[in-house]
């Protein structure tokens, strides 16, 4: 009897395994219909999902053209500056239509009406590079002699009266074809942070901005601007004859063997050059007397101008900062078109003495005074404006010394304010 049972048992206990497996197969079978069912809804809705997905990429397709289109629109108007940072409230420009406003200028002059002759003077001349000068009557000759230079290179000539006397110059033929600005006994860099905007000088390749007393005999623009152009320089300068007067700083006088360079190797004075050498006055360094600009280094160059610090020592240090990369390779002496220094002072010099109410002797006292005063006011102005720098550094936490030795200093500088937080 318990035999029987055991079998009964066993048997149920197999019919129930069966019965199960047989809902398992029905279960997966009504699993598998209702996939199908679902998948095949799915595969009905592709073809709509597909337009959909399509439009979506073309919407964003249209927003992304759309979004260039306006940025170089921008750039055109203006190539330093965009709508958002043109220094003013530009919702004040939303009443005009974009493709009107006209957000750069230049120093060309233009005729009061047009001839058949002005138009084709017009065409002709077509200036794509800048000099200025700062001019005193006194140094007439020599400024006659280095525009005639440019002019014949088709140079725009815009010129820095520091001593207000205007009038002597007309009887030059090129006279009334330059810009002149008049502002009594200022630098160069004055009116160069004034009168010399990037947005006026943009249309300008390269800015000669030299002082009036550089001889020219061994210089030629446009082998110079070659030269330029070939090496890839940004800021530049000629050379100096060793004749000249005034050398400061050896880098500036002319390698007889070399087309340019921009390193030189000197273990006299103070200051030794070496190979471990890195920056001015060894190496990416040009003197403030003759400097060339590209466009892209003289954006830079003139916010590196103090306002207020006009006679600009100093930043003579700093300007391979705006050298638009390595400034060992950007930033270089041309030997092969050089100048000649001539260290003729006359910004300042005598204009206040009046005529007959000093004696010979009185009046170099006052010369000599005047001079005095000019290199104290240099001297003051060369320490602020390493305190601003040295502040500026402090105070920006972004900004990292694009140079290796100064990187490191700003590293740790940052390590150590991060460890006092």
Not at 29 to 53: H, S, T, W
Not at 120 to 138: D, T
Not at 199 to 205: H, P, R
Not at 298 to 309: E, G, K, M, S, V
Request: charged letters at 25%; one cysteine or more; glycine letters at 6%.
């Amino acid at each position: 009897m318990k035999k029987q049972n055991s079998l009964f048992d066993g048997w149920n206990h197999y019919s129930f395994q069966l019965r199960h497996q047989v809902s398992l197969v029905k279960l997966k079978g009504l699993i598998y219909i209702e996939l199908q069912r679902a998948l095949g809804a799915k595969m009905k809705q592709l073809p709509f999902m597909g337009v959909v997905f399509t439009v979506m990429l073309f919407i964003i397709y249209r927003t992304t053209n759309y979004q260039h289109l306006q940025t170089e629109m921008e750039s055109k108007l203006d190539p330093f500056y965009t709508m958002k940072n043109l220094g003013t409230d530009t919702k004040s420009l939303d009443s005009l239509p974009r493709g009107i406003i006209e957000a750069r200028s230049d120093l060309e002059l233009k005729p009061l009406w047009t001839t058949s002759s002005t138009k084709k003077k017009v065409s002709v001349h077509s200036s794509n590079n800048l000099l200025a000068m700062p001019v005193g009557i006194k140094q007439k000759k020599n400024v006659d002699t280095i525009v005639q230079k440019f002019l014949s290179e088709n140079f725009t000539i815009i010129l820095f009266h520091y001593d207000g006397n205007l009038d002597g110059w007309w009887d030059l033929d090129w006279s009334k074809e330059a810009i002149h600005i008049v502002a009594h006994n200022q630098t160069k860099w004055w009116f160069a942070k004034r009168f010399l905007h990037p947005a006026i000088v943009s249309v300008y390749d390269y800015i000669f901005l030299w002082d009036e007393d550089l001889g020219v005999k061994k210089f030629h623009p446009g082998r110079y601007l070659d030269i330029v152009k070939s090496e890839g320089l940004e800021i530049s300068q000629p050379a100096l004859d060793p004749n000249s007067t005034g050398i400061h700083h050896r880098i500036t006088i002319r390698k007889r063997m070399s087309m340019f360079h921009s390193r030189v190797y000197d273990l006299r004075g103070s200051t030794k050059c070496t190979d471990e050498s890195e920056g001015p006055p060894c190496s990416g360094f040009v003197e403030g007397m003759a400097p060339v600009f590209s466009r892209s280094a003289w954006h830079c160059a003139w916010h590196l101008i103090q306002n207020d610090l006009v006679h600009g020592w100093g930043m003579d240090m700093k300007l391979g900062y705006c050298a638009q990369g390595d400034r060992s390779k950007k930033v270089g002496i041309v030997d092969s078109e050089y100048v000649v220094h001539q260290s003729i002072q006359t910004l300042g010099g005598g204009t206040s003495a009046r005529k007959g109410l000093h004696t010979e002797g009185s009046r170099k006292k006052h010369v000599v005074n005047v001079r005095s005063e000019i290199r104290r006011q240099s001297s003051t102005e060369l320490q602020k404006f390493k305190e601003r720098w040295e502040r500026a550094v402090e105070e920006d936490r972004n900004w990292v010394d694009p140079f290796s030795s100064s990187r490191r200093r700003k590293f740790w500088l940052n390590y150590r304010r991060s460890s006092k937080i």
